[in-house]
């Protein structure tokens, strides 16, 4: 599986931006997709997934301004972000889990885009 970002850039405070992720090689074996940041000195955090079934979830510090969605025929997710804040600020990293069963086990792989940044100014 490979990933490719897009639609990074640098927008002020309370702006709107939507980056991009289009999946390819062996999509068909992707379970969830997420957009992952991280921040200057800060951990990789979880932002946004979506499942393969269409569920998605979105952590808290982004509930209600950040909206993750995809258009499968694309091979496409998209993370909205609407009502950015300067500590939005961040690398934005694609992330696609595959999980591979077997009678004894269960493995997971995770792939990465190369990421995006977002800047948001005060």
């Known amino acids: 599986v490979q990933l490719v970002e897009s639609g990074g850039g640098l927008v002020q405070a309370g702006g709107s931006l939507r980056v991009s992720c289009e999946a390819s090689?062996?999509?068909?074996?992707?379970?969830?997709m997420a957009w992952y940041r991280q921040a200057p000195g800060k951990q990789r955090e979880l932002v946004a997934s979506i499942t393969n079934g269409g569920r998605t979830d979105h952590a808290d510090s982004v509930k209600g301004r950040f909206t993750i969605s995809r258009d499968s025929a694309k091979n496409t997710v998209y993370l909205e972000m609407n009502s950015l804040k300067p500590e939005d600020t961040a690398v934005y990293y694609c992330n696609a889990r595959v999980v591979v069963h077997t009678i004894d086990r269960s493995t997971t792989f995770d792939y990465w885009g190369q990421g995006t940044q977002v800047t948001v100014s005060s």
């Open positions: 090689g062996r999509v068909s074996d992707i379970d969830t």
